[in-house]
């Protein structure tokens, strides 16, 4: 346990960073939805909870993220179990690209699906026939492509948990007579559960509030698509604010019954790694059988992002009614490399995510240590709180941060001042807000893995080192850093890559092009007429090759310098 | 680290490659005027593309060279639509006006900002007295929104931001010359006031994938009417007009058109309904019987392409693009998409996709330009305002590219405003006209193509729907979009059946064509204030009646 007052020092100092930084904002929104010529107000809220359809929107989308997270977890944890478990030709290959699906650029996934199962797609040319997939797919086909989509939030966390797990305690539960599928539900999994508690957690409250892909499959009555009507709509309805205060307390209280239900149980293990890990070597038939899965996966789940890879050197219109591009051309190419927005951006994202994920580094891990090695009270709180985010709409946020920075930007001390301009008003300079905005909107991947890590390591290890005369801080750095390492790397890889993709916070804040990210010049390119769909999949290709070699490379450095703690 | 340096080089080489491409390509940035000064700023918030603002851009630096020797740069703010813009001037505004008049030691209280700027003054003393001081001050250091102008969106939009007390007049005294070439009216429709300037026209047209109608058995269309065939049942991408005022104005034409047949059937020509609208306490009964009948026609048709729709997007290039990849058969796209992709063919396919503006149910409305009150840099918005009503401006929206006087990288394919670049009978304009038509993109001497044209075979009657614009948006939306799954549903087991038309389906077509409103009501029920009591109980009305037109249908037999 940590010293009380330690504890409430930084949980003081982190509750206030989240209420500034996301709570406030948040409120300066959300209160259209609570107000009438100037005073409170439950009428709207009462109207919402009174409109059928935002009922059955609700359900709906519980619906589709009860099974997005049962998908999602059909698929990852095999995968992730054997890749801890077995060693065979291939598997680094296959274990660092089965994190690739989540990189999908924005805007370009549903091109990417259209040109396979389009009704002019690949699929229907190939088979030679007429039928309408994406029209006719309706909620199933949701799950199925969000699932796709989401199962690397699983598996990362699924994988870190695994690491972490004391290879000893299979052992012992073998010797013991536990073996098999046996071992696995009775020791594995209860061991691992912070892990997949945690990518459950994220997976749930992202597919609750995911509006791309019902977009994209036209299914309009689900929270997040209403929600996105409303906002979208000329006027000033309150309606939506109302509706987003609803999906808030509504993913609050599935974030608090998902944590009652499956989160409490840690079981923190001292002994971790103290003996290597045992990997069965496969050969022959018996690797093709560890293999397949992950080729199948694959194979399905990186079908948008080759599609959108083919339509980058396809010719305009030359991707129709043909199993592949009838034509190419390198003209995308550099039009996209070559387009004056294209640098800065790149330059500009590298810049957001890399704060941004320093940001959500500190104030993850500090949420963490108050959340796992407190008692204090109201911690649980402060968990929930720091999963919210997730469950705001992006476009809510990014007029939340408006307004409080233009709030600021019109008191005489910022206007006055150069550097507070430049600093606090996103009319002159964009970057602190951008910063917090994508750390914000991406601190519960973070905080997410930092709790497992922490669940799972036992104190008595820390506190040892502190019996043994090292000062708190080097107990931390040296001991338990170390061993959540490979969960704030998988947390701080999620950050990274989401932060790079981030769209609503982006297309609003950056408002000049000296500040674009890289995700508003993809937008920008996609909007030019006849080539832009295909001059963006150039650049969204880009930015899926700096992220998957990112990956690869981050996976290589910790293969090499965790060993057997990470094997991603 | 044998594994780690293959991916470290291609990282590298990957973040290398946009910079060393970049290097390569000859620069076509903006081009700074020779000619010493410091350089003139003006700040443009615009949902317009990278195209129209990277040619307007590059247009009024050299213009302005020319006509003042001095350099001049526009800053673009970009934020998303026009939704996103009318939230962030109005929040913005708000915000710097609150700090304005706290620092005069007025009191700012809980619903200052929105009595602001409401429409209409409001009742408190305190209040009315900010209302109007804000109204009569227009000075950036007393309160700015950071912004000089508002370029694109619709004449919705811009008005809205008048009322709002956003707009200020830029030529209080006289006007520039170049907008006598502006008409302030045309076929019924707004196309400049005191403080707002269309600069540009817009149609919405249908525009549609001739592979795909071919495979489902349908001719090319060429009336609003072909959009509802029960064969084009899941095929048709509809642009959301509760989230585009340009497309609710499309959508307003289309109801015009069949008030237009209705009364024409009901026996007033011409002559009769322009006597009739000059006087409509005297018309017969009959007359306003014909237009209820005609607005409940439009509103089924309205229904009908909706229960057809695939979506309703508020992204206005999805609809064609998705159309030329043949996703869908057919929708409703704005002009220049539209006839952008319909040339926009690959080699070996030119029909492929066409676009047809409806004739007779075309409104042709307007882009505006505005000037935001505080502006921070008036006098260089009034050169960007006049430039765009300038020959030079103009010409930019429709001139080829490479044209000289024409865009220098994009070709832009849209209507200019001013007169003198359509065909005339007036010599002066008719030279003018004949200067221009060697350098445009599209033939506007086709009266099927030219703006004007359109405009003057499309007769907007004001009386006729002018009141019902918010009654248009919230009926498709409550009937298409809230109870949209409901509505297709019903269409479905209706075209399943024998379609509409079948005499088995008399009922069921009955409940679905039901409407909650009249046309007489439906303006004063938009009216008050209660929106979203309203729109639920519309929603539930379509609801029970779909699921009833479809159990209706279902009780019949199916039809292969």
Redesign the interface.
Known sequence: MMPRGLARCIFVGTALTLGALFLVPLWMVLSGGF?E???FTLK?LG?VL????YAEGLRNSFFIALGVTLLANLIAVPLAWIADRCDFAGKKTVAALVLVPMILPPFLGAVGW??LF???GTINALFGI?R?W??SSGIWGVILLEALALYPIVYLNAAAALANLDPALGEAAENLGCTGLRRFRRVTLPLIAPGLFAGGILVFIWSFTELGTPLML?Y??CAPVQVF?AL????????PYALVAVLLIASAALFAAGRLLFGRKAYATAGRASTAARTQRLTGARAALALAPFVAVLALALLPHLAVILTSVT????W??SVLPQ?TTIAHW?E???H????GS?ANSLLYSALALLVCLVLGVAIALVVVRSDLKFRGALDAVSMLPLAVPGLVMA?GY??FS??L????WVKESGMWRNLLDV?ANPTLFLVIAYAVRRLPYMVRSAVAGLQQTSPALEEAAQNLGAPPWTAWRRITMPLIAANLIAGGLLVFAFSMLEVSDS??LA???DHYPITKAIF???????T??YVAAALGV?AM??LG??I??AS??LG?KLGALFRV | ?R??LP??I??AA??A??????A??PQ??VETAAGGGTEAVVLVITPH???IRSEFGRGFAAWHAARTGRPARV??????????I???L???TA??A??WWL?QGGAW????A?ALLGREPPEDPDLLELWHAFRATDDPEA?TA?VDLFFGGGD??HQ?AAEQGLLTDPWPGAEPADLALVPATLGGLTWRTQLWYGNALSTFGIVFNR??LH?LGLPAPDAWQDLADPRLR?QVGLA?P????SITKAFEGLVQQQIAEAVRAAGFAEESVNDCERDPASAPAEYHAAIARGWEEGMWLLLRMGANA??FT?SS?RVP??V????TAAGVAID??GR??AQ???AG?PQ?VGFVSPAGGTSVTCDPLSLLRGAPHRAAALLFLEFVFSEEGQRLWCYRLGEPGGPAQ??L?RYPIRRDFYPSREPALAVAFARHLPHLSDDFADPAVGAYALAERFTFRPRWTARHFAAHRDLVRAAC?????ELRAAWAAVCARGGPQAPANAAAVARMRDLPVDWNSAPEVTGRTD???YL?EW??FF?ANCRAARALAEAGEPTP
Request: hydrophobic share 35%; net charge positive; glycine share 12%.
């Open positions: 107000t010529g100037g005073s709207h109207a009174g409109n059928p359809i259209q040109q389009g009704q002019y007429e309408d994406l029209g036209n309009t009555r009507d979208k709509e000329i006027g000033s309805d309150p309606t010719e305009p219109g030359a129709y009614r034509d550099a996209a490399m070559g004056p927005l294209t640098v790149i007029f408006l307004a233009s709030r930007g019109n008191s005489e009319r297309l609003v408002q000049r092009q920008e390119l996609f909007q030019l007429l006849g832009g769909p880009w090759l700096f070699l990112t690869l490379a290589q450095v090499r | 680290m594994r780690l991916l470290l291609l990282l990957a973040v490659l946009p910079f060393a491409v970049r390569c390509r076509g940035g593309n990278e195209a800053e673009w703010i970009v934020i998303g639509g026009t939704s996103e009318g939230r962030y109005a929040s913005e915000s710097a609150r700090a620092r209280r809980a619903g200052a929105e309160f950071g919705f939009d809205r592979d795909r495979d899941g959301d509760t989230k585009s005022s695939r979506y508020p290039q693009f998705e030329a990849m043949g996703e220049f998409y952008f992709q926009f063919s690959p396919a492929r994009y070709a394919r979009l809230d109870a949209g799954p929106r979203a009591a639920r929603t539930a609801r």
